[in-house]
């Protein structure tokens, strides 16, 4: 069957529907299909060996997130996917996080390490004090179960 693509702005991304027709993506289907191909590469490479390949990964998760949540990236030992997991959200400024909860959720996946994760929507990437001071939290309070803390990463849009 074919499809005259003309009419259409090379720069726009294009969807087919059931029968057949295309028309401009939305956003939310742009962002779906990203995280479906996410998901595959790490079906086959759920090894975070790099800064470039945990930033790629969650760039995808919370670069265009209107409100602030935060995750974690739970890995064994070899720095191998357990799980991604979003444990708190926020207002668009701010999010309340819980040591007790963090641990509990470590233990209860077996965790060897985390990454720390949170994203600012106002796209400034600066950590604040507050930023800080949950990092040192977060790793004392993990150490005392043998989980590493192995960073704290901002994403501040895409």
Do not use: W
Not at 58 to 77: D, T
Not at 86 to 110: D, H, I, M, W
Not at 133 to 143: F, G, P, R
Request: charged share 25%; hydrophobic share 45%; with cysteine.
């Amino acid at each position: 069957m074919a499809h005259d693509l003309s009419s259409f702005d090379p720069s726009v991304l294009l969807v087919r529907d059931t029968a057949g027709d295309y028309r401009p993506a939305q956003a939310e289907e742009v962002l779906a299909a990203a995280q479906r191909i996410l998901r595959r590469q790490l079906g086959e490479r759920a090894l975070f060996d790099s800064p470039l390949a945990v930033r790629e990964f969650l760039k995808v998760k919370l670069g265009m997130l209107g409100h602030e949540v935060f995750a974690v990236l739970m890995l064994v030992s070899q720095n191998r996917l357990i799980e991604y997991l979003e444990l708190f959200r926020g207002s668009v400024s701010q999010t309340s996080v819980y040591p007790r909860e963090v641990v509990k959720e470590c233990l209860a996946r077996n965790a060897a390490a985390l990454v720390l994760v949170h994203n600012h929507p106002s796209g400034v990437a600066e950590p604040s004090r507050a930023d800080e001071h949950l990092t040192q939290t977060l790793k004392s309070a993990l150490s005392l179960v043998d989980v590493r803390v192995l960073d704290h990463m901002i994403v501040a849009g895409d």
